[in-house]
């Protein structure tokens, strides 16, 4: 089930003729598909842009001159020794607990609780009998809207024993959210937290219970409904289990994860067991899980870092999971990898920061840890170097993906060094093609051309829940999925993300990528987080905003300065014309910045004046506006 740790699979960076079957599943020109128990599209529907005939159709390059070579394409395969599994996740974990019975498969720090691979086992089948007595079919919704908690680990094996289809619901909805994502998925039963902080879970139930006509059964997760369910499995034949298991496939739906959206209503991405029982197995191969790796995941379950980089990636190497608390607290993050002697972590920049910045920070014994995985958004030179050096994580990996794809495309190797961990996201996963193409024509573009990412393979999502339209927005008739995202692959196949399509800001015909502006202002010593939009300009199209949060409210920042720290660095076209210092930015429920709702405050804030743009270089200064100034808005 393990298989020898990979090391990192050659790049097959010629593309297939057209037709040809790929590494990842599927050919290289339009596929024909069936309906599927998910409810998704039936049919690949139109295509998303001007598809090439071939993988390795690219923008025409011109003319090559003697003795040269064409440029090498964007395009790069991840081969692997490893194949891919081919099993249910039921399958997998029963393959887990036969040869790591005895180990310890999952802690619960605040609780104390523990369970080896037979006692999870155990556990999970109680779960997945008792959702049966309830009359969970194959194919049934089966909604999860909790905390992390070992009940949380229990409900998603249970589920995909018996085929159910889990669905995550974010644990920051409020009713609204939750209502939507109720009625849209027609989830039968839910498994929800009563409550946690200031979140009553139960009330927010109870208000929308009744509206939603699916939905025929409530379990509380530490109330008399979760000891009633785990009792009512006592009347099911465990034989049912066994057959019902028997006739899953691992192409079955087996996971919904709505994607928080920065406009519009969250869609349901809908994952296979193929889907996410190899991407979370890939993961770990690639920073070396063996039985050995107890895991600290303080990263949310409903998420796919916690879910399947996390449970998933774990389980399929006979590994620990160890939750260090219900939600993310640094102090108990740095206590449980103290006390489980933990081996990996995993987090977001910001976590590793809050850990880092700890006042007792260095009292924590971390020696154990070696790897984890940080995912989410770029991390800081400065930050790699003290999670290598005083997290003891030698062996860190950057993965980058989408909920969509399972979500991890590319990731950074165990040996790479601190420049590709921090300016790129890795390079391509095994069994799994990618390419960066011209957003317009849908032609590969050179290496070193920024383009939009696109994905295939065995991770691509099998659609938006019953929302075949939205999903032939993304994914075209050849299977390739648009990210939507901007990148570069670079000449050694490692890819950097340079923003997001909807973001690029076309200032009098040149392309400005935000994160470009971003990345580099970041180094500013006043700037504790910017965020870079555009805004209408009727002389250049847009104009740039730098939206600014200080490290000290006391310390103002000024549009003068900024553009003297600016000058000589960036081009003059990317320096910011507009300042707003703000106290924060808004944001999606998962964390993401709403950009289209910061754009549109910006735009209404420079409504009264527009000021003249940054003079070119040996030009008069320009006029100050209101709208240029460090006044707070």
Known sequence: MTGPTATGPSTDTTPPAAGEPTRGGGAATGLTTTTTAAGVAAQPGPQRHAEPTSVGQSLAPGRVESGQSPPQLSYASGAGDIPLIGETIGANLDAAIAQFGDREALVDVASGRRWTYAELGTAVDEVALGLMAKGVGKGDRVGIWAINCPEWVLVQYATARIGAIMVNINPAYRVHELRYVLEQAGIHVLVSSIEHKTSDYRRMVEQVRADCKALRDVVYIGAPTWDGLVRAGASVPPERLAERQARLSCDDPVNIQYTSGTTGFPKGATLSHHNVLNNGFFVGEMVGYTEKDRVCVPVPFYHCFGMVMGNLGVTSHGACVVIPAPTFDPVATLHAVERERCTSLYGVPTMFIAELNLPDFATYDLSTLRTGIMAGSPCPVEVMRRVVAEMHMDEVAIAYGMTETSPVSTQTRVDDDLERRTATVGRVMPHIEIKVVDPAMGVIVPRGEPGELCTRGYSVMLGYWEEPERTAEVIDAARWMHTGDLAVMRDDGYVQIVGRIKDMIIRGGENVYPREI??????????????????????????????????????????DELARFCRGRLAHYKVPRYLRLVESFPMTVSGKVRKVELREEVARALVPEQSPAPAEPGAPAPRRSVAEGARRP
């Open 518 to 559: 971003e990345e580099f202002l970041y180094s500013h010593p006043k700037i504790a987080d910017v965020q870079v939009v555009g805004v209408p300009d009727e002389k250049y199209g847009e104009e740039i905003a730098a939206c600014v949060i200080l490290r000290d409210s006391a310390n103002p920042l000024t549009r």
